[in-house]
């Protein structure tokens, strides 16, 4: 069984920063692309960013310049760096492992 959690979220203002966290752990070997997807209240889940096993990243179009991922080396761990936060990414931030393993996601909320 592998657990995905995550965690950092919060209350903030605009423009405000917030780091994710996530971190794998259970029944898991090797090094696993792991990405990152929101969902705000009324909407559908969107994709927000990908970083590869090997470390190559993505994010999506709306993100960028603003949010970063990283990982630590050799780990299932992640990170999603968000800066000049907006209220449009107001949403539950959700981790996920190769794809298939999902955390039970933490909440941003960007407002004045």
């Known amino acids: 069984q592998v657990h995905v959690v995550e965690s950092g979220g919060g209350l903030v203002q605009p423009g405000a920063s917030l780091r994710l966290s996530c971190a794998a752990s259970?029944?898991?070997?090797?090094?696993?692309?792991m990405d990152w997807y929101r969902q705000a209240p009324g909407r559908q889940r969107e994709w927000v960013a990908r970083?590869?096993?090997?470390?190559?990243?993505t994010v999506t179009y709306s993100v960028q310049g603003r949010f970063t991922i990283s990982r630590i080396t050799g780990e299932n761990t992640v990170y999603l760096q968000m800066n000049s936060l907006i209220p449009a990414d107001t949403a539950r931030y959700f981790c996920?492992?190769?794809?298939?393993?999902w955390g039970q996601g933490t909440q941003v909320t960007v407002s004045s």
């Open positions: 970083i590869s096993n090997s470390g190559d990243t």
């Open positions: 259970g029944t898991i070997s090797g090094i696993h692309a």
């Open positions: 996920v492992v190769s794809r298939t393993w």
